[in-house]
């Protein structure tokens, strides 16, 4: 069981991470707290996980049979991955760093199914464009509710404050249902863990990334791609979270940070183009490009060496 440690430190990055992608917009902007958001995030990660996690479990499985110490080093090469990306404070993708890991280990013992590659790399592809399309809609559809039925600053508030919250919880509630498989779908595959085991080994190690050290990357998401007023910050939300639940219906493991940065992007385009910070947009498009790379060769060089 020992071989599962490199799971949880994977799960401990991935929370530390990704949770800034559900209450970051909501944080920065003031609306709610750091401390509200960090206990919300961590109860519906694990809530997510219980409901709808083993969705996306085979979708890694048939990418790669992986045995214990093969699924070992690509949890801990996609671990250190995401651990160095977010002491830049950059919001990256999991999904990315453990399919990167896994490519490098199957590059080493030959087992890796490429051909089951190119579903997974569209869902890449598709996740942020879908959070700047569900953004735009939802931007225009609630502002019309808006100026139909909230008509006062008072309700106005409560509705954006309260729907926050909802979209906060529905956020992390997807990023459990999502990406719990990232962190323990492997072991899964390799039959080192039952899918429970990897559904609660999963969400506690994001809980736990959640709770003690993801602040840094959720003011990068929340104040440092477009500035972001209460409403905008609702539809970012739950633009997001309503992307990422679509793919978990589908099966497959996404980014929630795409999702979110696409619905940040799609709120700043329709703000104006030049509201968006185009150097923090590269940086984070940088990252996400270097992270399956990355975690490819990570994984490669730490197998070869250890094989």
């Known amino acids: 069981m020992w071989k599962i440690i490199s799971g949880i430190f994977l799960g401990w990055t991935l929370g ?9 917009t909501a944080v920065a902007t003031k609306i709610v707290t750091y401390r509200t958001a960090i206990l919300l995030t961590s109860a519906f990660v694990i809530l997510g996980a219980l ?33 160095v990306v977010t002491y830049l404070s950059l919001p990256s993708s ?3 760093a453990i399919i990167g890991a896994i490519l490098g280990v199957g590059m080493v013992s030959g087992i890796t199914d490429f051909s089951r590659l190119y579903k997974i790399v569209a869902c890449w592809v598709l996740t942020p464009i879908g959070g700047i399309i569900i953004s735009f809609i939802l931007y225009h559809f609630i502002g019309l509710f808006f100026e139909r039925y909230i008509t006062s600053p008072q309700k106005r508030s409560f509705f954006i404050f309260w729907g926050l919250i909802f979209a906060g919880c529905f956020g992390a509630y997807a990023l459990g249902s999502n990406n719990v498989a990232n962190v323990t779908g492997i072991y899964v595959g390799s039959g080192l863990l039952t899918p429970f085991e990897g559904i609660l080994f999963g969400s506690l ?10 602040r840094k990357v959720m003011m990068t998401v929340g104040r440092g791609i477009t500035p972001l007023d209460e409403y905008a910050a609702l539809i970012a939300v739950l633009s997001g979270a309503i992307t990422v639940e679509i793919f978990t219906q589908v099966g497959v493991p996404v980014s929630s940070s795409q999702a979110i940065v696409g619905g940040v992007v799609g709120v700043g385009l329709i703000k104006g183009a030049k509201t968006i910070n185009t150097r923090t947009l590269i940086e984070i498009g940088i990252g996400w ?13 730490l197998l070869s060496l250890f094989l």
């Open 94 to 96: 999991t999904s990315q």
């Open 16 to 24: 530390s991470n990704d949770s800034a992608n559900v209450f970051g």
């Open 51 to 83: 409901m709808e996690g083993e969705k996306c479990f085979a979708t890694l499985r048939e990418l790669s049979n992986l045995t214990p110490k093969d699924a070992f080093w690509a949890a801990l090469s996609a671990g250190i991955t995401m651990f």
């Open 289 to 301: 490009i270097s992270t399956p790379i990355s975690a490819g060769i990570i994984s490669y060089v």
């Open 205 to 214: 190690s994001i809980a736990s990334g959640t709770l003690t050290y993801s």
